[in-house]
């Protein structure tokens, strides 16, 4: 059996469905279900997060038969076409490779022909901020007069790109990034109805690399689903993540804490030889330290580590062991050397030399 990525065989069918931009779909739902639809509608945000799924439920949604409360019926005779993907009234554009001016012009030139047993014909642009300037101007003049049976939904990451003109003539809709207790939902959701297992701290950690993005979070639970066996664990999404452990950076910053130069070269030793990427290491150090300073200076801390509370405790304790402005030294000396982790021939030695550093900085910076 053909593998199906799981972004792609749990994208969400209804406005319902969509997890996590409630502010746009019960807008979008109202406005199908009273009938005042609007002729062009912008999307915009980060990728990932259920913008072109958004604009396909919207897209079927205005010529289903049936609709319920504004979402498709997935029943009626339009649905079902539309899941066979072979309706020619909704048409979808990567402007990515369709940008130039003679794609938009030939785009205007279908425009008139009236949608086929539908009342409306829909063009979804994806990407739409990279048309180029003359396709622009020439898809702005199909927007100014847009024929009643049309309906235009342009999509864009960088809606920084499109010119004034564009944006004045579409209703826009800002899609949000996903919470980590979003995204956690989203995972156990799939992953029960594929009859996986999970460990629950997997999880959240699965929805924590994800960066508010459904996609990279799903697409992050296939490598982990491909490499474990049977259930997934902490340690298998460690392993595929090359993220560290929690409990290895609370060890490490003790080190650092303590100025024992001779722990921490002995524990970097061991970390090599395990084969651990150092370069992330030292991101998770800066994140770390950044972490730690929010135990100390913010009133919830946990609403914004989302850590589990085991560890949290763990963090709590390390956090107020250490002064504020030695977290800050750790913190600006491991970040300031992600560029550096880049190109370096020798890691390991540029991560001892930056401990070192991150133990004496402050003391030194004082003499
Ligand atoms: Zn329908």
Known sequence: MEHL?????YRPTTFEEVVGQEHITKALAHQIASGKLAHAYLFTGSRGIGKTSVARI?????????NQNGSPCGKCASCLRLEKEADINVI?????SNNRVDDVRELREKVKFLPINAKYKVYIIDEVHMLTDNAFNALLKTL??????VIFILA???VHKLPATILSRCIRFDFRLLSI?????ILSNVLTSEGIKYEKEALKMIAQSGEGSVRDTLSIADCVVAYCDGEITKDDVIKVLGTTDYDLLIEYFDFLKDKNIGGMLSFVQELDQKGK?????????AKHARDLLICQTTKDPNNILNLPSEVYDKYMIQ?????ENRLLDFMQVFVSAENELRYTLSPRLLLESLSIDAMLGHDSKKN
């Open 156 to 158: 864009t990451t960088e």
């Open 319 to 323: 956090a107020k062991s250490i002064d």
């Open 58 to 66: 919207l897209a079927k949604a205005v010529n289903c038969l049936d």
């Open 5 to 9: 990525a799981l972004y792609r065989k």
């Open 144 to 149: 100014e007069e847009p024929p009643s049976h």
């Open 181 to 185: 207790e979003n995204l956690t939902k």
């Open 92 to 96: 979808e554009i990567d402007a990515a």
């Open 277 to 285: 990427n150092l370069a992330v290491f030292v991101k998770d150090l």
